[in-house]
């Protein structure tokens, strides 16, 4: 299992409605989340900033990589590209986060 992290950006004064469409993830989303063995997946947010951290565990990273070309993620990214910094092809900026400290 690998903790994975990294952040994200929200476009200001869009804290409300990205809370709305996660409170209603797609289960066929959730689903293929699973499926790629990710679990624990929390995003927080950062109000000063609109910086999203995301953390995950993954059971496998090249499974959870490969979500990026998923139609139904691409499909939730396109229905998010509205809200966040994304590039042309609407997936999230994502900044990887390095770990310093880690306590079990």
Not at 4 to 18: D, I, N, R, V
Request: hydrophobic residues 40%; proline residues 8%.
């Amino acid at each position: 299992m690998q903790r994975h992290a990294f952040k994200m950006k929200l476009k200001p004064g869009h804290e409300t409605e990205y809370r709305r469409r996660h409170d209603a993830i797609w289960p066929e989303l959730a689903q293929a989340i699973r499926a790629a063995g990710v679990t624990d997946y929390s995003i927080f947010l950062d109000r000063d900033t609109s910086t999203l951290f995301a953390v995950q565990l993954q059971d496998d990273p090249a499974a959870a990589s490969a979500l990026a070309s998923h139609p139904i993620v691409r499909k939730w990214w396109d229905s998010m590209a509205d809200l966040m910094e994304v590039h042309p092809d609407n997936a999230p900026v994502c900044i990887p986060l390095e770990e310093m400290f880690h306590q079990p």
